[in-house]
């Protein structure tokens, strides 16, 4: 039994170990020969010293294993949240029925809310002077997605008839209007986070918020940056990225906790207790409920 009174056996608690453990089967979440951890920005005392707390309490063994290339690591990545995904939210049905995928990196365009940028980058390739005017920033192909498929009529009138050939014509949750999955929500998936890395995410943020018709899909970013005023250059601030999830927030407050009663890194502990307190920093094990909303 945990702390909080959850048998230790429940689902998202096993699919949690789950992905830590493949974290470090597939060696994202490496411990080099220096004693450097594959999140820990190696220029950083801090960074290191975090990073290392929090590896200690994923795994006790120490594996002096190479640190991965950074494109590698983000690729497994974003197929090990991919993944995780499926194996929670895929258990939500009661919470949040229907016909659910979970995808790899796809172009917005081919989704109901997007489906008219098809359009504008057909006209783009024929016109020179609109694609210098446009150029591609609307282009956007999320490193994970969650999409919904429409209903057919027989499903939505079943048991009691709701909808007939004279109403909810243009709705996109009728396969006989639509026939594109709608975006569900976009995940972006960020292994550490400097400033570039940061600034990417908030920008396709934007642009699914600002090329859809339709409603907005979720727009979240998961990270295993252990430097809170790193996270916080994404965190902090609304209207653009729904929540920041991480994918060790546990480990990681208590290895932040332990250095700052060392009398090290108190700002770093004030603003990790800002982030969650103020809901804009959560554990990667609230994603999957979040996104049942």
């Known amino acids: 039994m945990s702390k909080s009174g ?4 429940a689902v998202f608690s096993v699919q949690r170990r789950e992905l830590h453990a493949a974290l470090i089967s597939a060696k ?12 820990a920005d190696g220029s950083s005392a801090l960074s290191r010293d975090l990073a290392d707390g929090v590896y200690t309490q994923i795994t006790k063994e120490i594996a002096a294993t190479a640190r991965p290339v950074g494109q590698q690591a ?20 009661r919470l949040r029925p229907g016909k659910w995928q979970v995808l790899g ?14 359009h504008l980058q057909k006209a783009i390739e024929h016109d020179v002077y609109l694609a210098a005017s446009l150029g591609n920033d ?11 498929s429409p209903e057919e009529d027989d499903f939505i009138n079943t048991p009691t008839i709701l909808v007939d050939h004279e ?21 972006s998936t960020k292994w550490t986070l400097r400033s570039d890395r940061a600034q990417n995410a908030r920008t396709e943020a934007l642009n699914l918020l600002r090329n859809r018709k339709g409603r907005a899909p979720h727009v979240v970013v998961v990270t ?9 250059s994404l965190a902090l601030g609304t209207g653009d990225i729904d929540c920041v999830y991480h994918l060790f927030l546990h480990e990681l407050e208590e290895s932040v906790g ?9 700002d770093a502990k004030e603003m990790l207790s800002i982030m969650i307190k103020g809901r804009r920093l959560k554990d990667i094990s609230d994603l999957p409920l979040d996104l049942a909303v």
């Open 138 to 148: 609307y282009v956007v192909k999320p490193d994970v997605l969650v999409v919904r």
């Open 224 to 232: 295993g940056e252990p430097m809170p005023s790193r996270i916080a």
């Open 28 to 39: 994202v979440l490496t411990r080099d020969s220096k004693g450097i951890v594959s999140i």
């Open 6 to 9: 959850v048998p230790d056996d």
């Open 258 to 266: 332990l250095i700052a009663d060392a009398g090290r890194a108190e």
């Open 74 to 93: 983000g690729a497994k990545l974003e197929e090990l949240i991919r993944v995780y995904l499926e194996q929670t939210f895929g258990r939500l049905d």
């Open 105 to 118: 990196g796809k172009a917005i365009a081919n989704f109901e809310q997007y489906q008219h940028l098809l």
């Open 167 to 187: 109403v909810a014509r243009n709705s996109a949750m009728r396969l006989l209007n639509n026939d594109k999955d709608i975006l569900h929500a976009s995940v």
